[in-house]
């Protein structure tokens, strides 16, 4: 019996040694030499300046930036050190008057009539809280609000959300889409 | 429903079957001792293994030795686990700083870990340090995922072998799955998910100003390495809290298509490895297609009522896809509720959607398959161990409906395998329902609800199923992270794991002694389609008997009260 314990526990420290370790540095070595920005992050810079990572959502509380999903990450949301989502059910009151609540500020922001349709991603809460996506209707929805706080013609907004679309991947995986803080950089870009 | 939906779960179909047939020929020729490509590669560190612990690769023992020998590896994993949390504070790699996990908290985890579940009371990014995270947590990802392709390796030799005694050494097919099969798997895995974006580094979180001048701190980490093999092992153990759903574990829809993929590889191939174990590949191919068939119907019921939605929300003047909350906008709807089929299908238990932010029944889907003991497909060996128990048990029916002897393989099965088969079936099952029950009506249960109504008892039946099913998602909602549910769902998940995996050897060890007896006219051909949907029904209708009246009441109510209004 001591002796099938002693086999067990140097059986289990060899597989410490080989997958708790050596494999997660051999993975690491490999990845810092082929991919080194994406294994340190795919972060995103502005004059130098890291302003965050491409993949990761960000708050934009400025209304001359085209608006991030909802977030339940953390307290005031894309708190990139708790994520997670509202894990609201689809019957709970809470959830649904939220909706309402968030569409109705939407249409107040952007201009819109009381019984204009929102896209659906705008006025609900991601997974992981910090999608850095939004829907290119979601985009265009908020093109004529921010033409107009940046001086800029509707349509040069409209073909930067064009430009900044992401199509599916392959032309076949996942869903057209607009990263937020790549459109946003653009957006600074035109307007210096 | 779109086109690009049905084109995108059907392509997942297909590449997986195209990948699980030469994987399953592959295995079958690793745990045969027969020469592979890759021998060249691990043979030598496979001797120095065996040098090192003392292990003779020659002597192979019964079934109770082999039994007594998991038990024993998998208690020492759930000792040094348990500990390391405990004492993270005062080792190396911990750049947060992260004090004492809880005891409670760190009985369920070592439990779910050394399980192959991957339940998470906690928040990664936020409780566990990197050497935690690494040498604790990963090495179980490998350990749990080998210990249930090594059960099912034992099963199939006491299937095939005639009047024989011993099963295997259980340290040699441990060895071998993990040199063989999971660590070159998942090395190739995580370079390939680093390349689309998952990180790998042992920075220490970055803090930074956002482009409107907002603060924001990014965890970091060794993700990728763990990413692999949480996928690979169908562990799904995140390590982030928000598991596959984070930009960081899962950035782009191809990582998300490969991840999918690498859940059910395995689960997929070791029909085929079973096939051509046991000396006749059709054996396995009816097992596979039938896995296939119960698949896609369960993928086209969630997918329906994904996309079907949330009325409720239309009716506040929202356009696209109604049932958002809880998704990301690059995997959409259908990969939403293909990605939730496919980590119930396995006992994987990673997600790229909150479940409990699901439609009712596209919630319901996960659950029954958990309920039905996750064997459409379903964890790495776990799923045809699981499945191999329903074969025995529709082999034992179709024998009472005719009056013989019920054989498979070419040999009879008698009372000491329908005994164990039945044990196998129940243990996950009262657990499930007496835990759920328990949680219903105690103080210490409820309070941990989020969603109040029918859905929060989905939300305590959703976990318990989880826990007995070792699957490892949730309807997250629910405050898991309390002495009860620490405790309540730890004992469920051991229970779950080994109340199986010792009937399931036992099963092995009175089926390797038994004779060969000769093909008559009236044996029963398992290898037909007429087989194929009797075991499909079996499986369906055992599951269906013992949970509906639960399911009633929880999902199926609620999806009533959201058409209602």
């Known amino acids: ?26 993975v ?103 999608d850095p996506d939004i829907t290119p209707e979601g985009a265009m929805i908020q093109v004529s609000r921010i033409a107009k706080l940046r001086n800029l013609p509707a349509e040069t907004v409209e073909n930067l959300v064009r430009h900044d679309t992401t199509p599916r991947q392959l032309g076949i995986f996942g869903e057209p889409r607009v990263n937020v803080l790549r459109l946003n950089l653009d957006l600074d870009t035109l307007t210096k | 429903m779109s086109t690009m939906d049905i084109v995108q779960i059907l392509l997942y179909v297909v590449i997986l079957t195209f990948l699980a047939v030469p994987l399953g020929r592959y295995m079958a020729r690793v745990f045969s001792g027969e020469k592979t490509w890759t021998d060249p590669l691990f043979r030598p560190l496979e001797r120095l293994i065996y040098r090192l612990t003392g ?75 990197y ?23 034992a099963l199939t030799r006491g299937l095939a072998r005639k009047s024989a005694s011993t099963i295997g050494n259980f340290w040699v097919d441990l060895t071998r799955s993990i040199l063989w099969v999971l660590l070159p798997l998942s090395i190739i895995g995580a370079l390939v998910l ?25 965890a970091m980490g060794p993700v990728a390495s763990q990413e692999a093999i949480k ?25 998300n298509f490969l991840e999918m993929l690498f859940i059910l590889l395995i689960p997929a191939a070791l029909p085929f490895t079973f096939g051509r174990m046991v000396g006749n590949p059709k054996q396995g191919r009816v097992i596979f297609v039938t896995m296939l068939i119960l698949f896609l119907i369960f ?66 889907i996960p659950m029954l398959q958990m309920m039905l003991g996750e064997v459409v497909f379903g964890g790495v060996g776990a799923g045809l161990y699981g499945m191999l128990i329903f074969v025995i048990l529709t082999v034992f029916i179709v024998g009472l409906m005719v009056g013989r002897t019920p054989e498979y393989l070419g ?73 009860f549910y620490n405790i309540a769902l730890g004992i469920a998940i051991l229970l779950g794991r080994f109340g199986i995996i010792l009937p399931v050897l036992a099963i092995a060890g009175g089926m390797v002694k038994k004779k060969a007896v000769p093909e008559g006219p009236g044996t029963f051909q398992t290898t037909g389609i007429l087989f194929g949907a009797l075991l499909a029904g079996i499986v369906i209708i055992v599951s269906a008997l013992t949970f509906f009246p639960a399911l009633a009441l929880g999902p199926i109510v609620e999806h009533l009260i959201m058409i209602g209004k």
């Open chain 2, 411 to 483: 040999k009879k099965i008698e009372s000491w395998e329908i005994k164990m088969a039945t044990i196998a079936i129940l243990v996950p099952a009262v657990t499930i329902l007496i835990g759920s029950a328990l949680a219903s009506v105690t103080k210490a249960g409820t309070s941990s609800i989020l969603n109040s109504g029918p859905h929060g008892l989905s939300e305590i039946l959703y976990a318990f199923t989880s826990a007995g099913a070792n699957n490892g998602s949730a309807f997250a909602g629910l405050n898991a992270n309390t002495p």
């Open chain 1, 28 to 130: 690491t070595g490999l990845a810092q030499l082929f991919f080194p920005h994406q294994a340190n992050g795919s972060l995103a810079y502005k004059n130098g300046q890291v302003v965050g990572s491409q993949l990761i959502g960000q708050n934009f509380t400025d209304l001359k930036y085209f608006q991030p999903r909802p977030s339940a990450a953390g307290k005031d949301g894309y708190d990139a050190t708790a994520s997670g989502g509202s894990n609201l059910g689809p019957t709970n009151k809470d959830f649904l008057n939220s909706v309402a609540e968030r569409a109705n500020t939407i249409r107040q922001q952007n201009g819109l009539s009381s019984n204009q349709a929102v896209p659906s991603d705008l006025v609900t809460a991601s997974a992981s809280g910090l």
């Open chain 2, 131 to 153: 050497l935690v995270q690494m040498a604790g947590l990963t090495v179980q990802n490998f350990v749990s995922a080998a210990t249930g392709i090594v059960v099912v390796v």
């Open chain 2, 299 to 364: 993928v086209g019921a969630a997918y329906s009522s994904e996309i079907y939605g949330n009325p409720n929300v239309t009716a506040l003047g929202i356009s696209g896809p109604s049932a958002m909350e809880g998704k990301e906008v690059r995997f959409g709807i259908a990969n939403s509720a293909l990605f939730a089929t496919i980590t119930t299908a396995a006992s994987c238990g990673a997600v790229n959607a909150m479940h409990d932010s699901l439609t009712p029944l596209g919630g319901m």
């Open chain 2, 231 to 255: 996928m690979f092992g169908t562990n799904g153990g995140g390590f982030f809290n928000a598991n596959s759903t984070h930009p960081f574990e899962n950035p782009t829809p191809i990582t």
């Open chain 1, 1 to 26: 019996m001591l002796k099938q314990f002693t086999k067990g526990f140097a059986m289990l420290l060899v597989m410490i040694v080989l997958t708790g370790i050596a494999y997660p540095l051999v």
């Open chain 2, 55 to 129: 292990t003779d690769e020659q002597t192979e023992t019964g079934w109770k030795q082999y039994a007594g020998a998991l038990l024993i590896f998998n208690f020492c994993g759930f000792i040094v686990l348990f500990f390391l949390q405990l004492l993270q504070k005062y080792l190396p790699l911990n750049p947060q700083g992260f004090g004492a996990v809880s005891p409670d908290l760190a009985f369920n985890t070592a439990a779910s870990f050394v399980t192959n579940t991957n339940w998470q009371a906690y928040a990664g990014e936020s409780t566990m340090s």
């Open chain 2, 194 to 218: 680093t390349q689309q974006g998952v990180i790998q580094n042992f920075s220490t979180y970055l803090h930074l100003t956002t482009l409107d001048g907002g603060k924001q701190t990014l």
